[in-house]
């Protein structure tokens, strides 16, 4: 069972930066595709960005494609997600999450981290 936790989220001022983190226990993140998700009020989860095990390839949501970059340390066992030049529809909880490689769907979530961007 994998449990994951973010942390690093807040309140920014557009144009700022962010740096969230995802940390795990229970077991190690060898072997899973990782991912950042978010949901803001109203409106439905979407994936902003997904780094793979196999060969470390990233996807980025068209919205934070070169705004947003995310990274693994497979030593310490965290996922990363930087964010910068933050902009007001970027507010919104975001989640960490995490699949065994060679499935589909996302089974393992953390509990979320708020970000908040003032305009």
């Known amino acids: 069972q994998v449990q994951l936790v973010e942390s690093g989220g807040g309140l920014v001022q557009a144009g700022g930066s962010l740096r969230l983190s995802c940390a795990a226990s229970g077991r190690t993140l060898n072997g899973y595709d990782m991912a950042w998700s978010r949901q803001a009020p109203g409106k439905e989860r979407e994936f902003v960005a997904t780094?793979?095990?196999?060969?470390?390839?990233?996807n980025y949501a068209n919205s934070v494609k070169g705004r947003f970059t995310i990274s693994r340390d497979n030593v310490q066992n965290t996922v990363n997600l930087q964010m910068n030049s933050l902009k007001p529809e970027d507010t919104a909880v975001y989640y960490c999450?995490?699949?065994?490689?060679?499935?589909?769907?996302?089974?393992?979530w953390g509990q979320g981290t708020q970000v908040t961007v003032s305009s």
């Open positions: 999450a995490a699949r065994r490689i060679g499935t589909v769907r996302f089974d393992y």
């Open positions: 780094i793979a095990w196999i060969g470390g390839s990233t």
